[in-house]
C-alpha cells in the first residue's frame, strides 16, 4: 500500500449534507481511483481507536463525538504519492485558509466541521485502511 494508496473518510457533516458524491467525483477528477468504500456510523469506541492518536488533546472528545454523530464514508483511494496528493486535494483544516479548488474550501464548515479526513503518513495510511478494510474489500 505504500506510496499509492491512502485512506480518507468523508466526515458526517459533508456525508449529511450530501455532498459525498460531489467530492468523490472531485478527487477522482485529480486522478484517484476509488479501491474501497463503505457507509457506516462509528460507535464511540471505534472513533476513539481510530483517533487514539489524539488522545488528550482539547478536540479529542469534541472528535469523537462528532465522528460518531450520524453516518461517515470511509474508503481508500489509489494515485502515485497518494498520501501527499490526498492532503493537497482537501487543503488545510481549517477551510478559511484552505487554497481555492481544495475539498475543504469548497465543502467544510468549519475547522471542526472540516468534511474529510485523509491519513498524515503512508505507515498511517496502511494502519487506517486496515482499520475499516479488509484485504479482500480492496477491488485490486
Known amino acids: 500500500m505504500a506510496g499509492n494508496r491512502t485512506l480518507t473518510i468523508i466526515k458526517p457533516d ?6 459525498a458524491g460531489l467530492i ?3 478527487l477522482e477528477k485529480q486522478g ?24 488528550g488533546r482539547p478536540f479529542y472528545p469534541e472528535l469523537v463525538e462528532f465522528m460518531t454523530s450520524d453516518y461517515c464514508m470511509p474508503m481508500v483511494l489509489e494515485k502515485g504519492d497518494a498520501v501527499l496528493a490526498l492532503r493537497d486535494a482537501i487543503g488545510a483544516t481549517d477551510p478559511a485558509e484552505a487554497a481555492p479548488g481544495t475539498v475543504r474550501k469548497l465543502y467544510a464548515e468549519s475547522k471542526g ?25 480492496l477491488i485490486r
Do not use: C
Open 24 to 26: 468523490l467525483a472531485h
Open 113 to 137: 466541521r472540516n468534511a474529510i479526513h485523509a491519513s498524515d503518513s503512508d505507515e498511517n495510511a496502511a494502519r487506517e485502511a486496515r482499520f475499516f478494510f479488509a484485504e479482500t474489500d
Open 32 to 55: 484517484f481511483a476509488l479501491i474501497a468504500a463503505r457507509v457506516m456510523k462509528l460507535t464511540p469506541a471505534q472513533a476513539g481507536e481510530f483517533y487514539a492518536v489524539h488522545k
Open 14 to 19: 459533508a456525508f449529511n449534507a450530501g455532498k
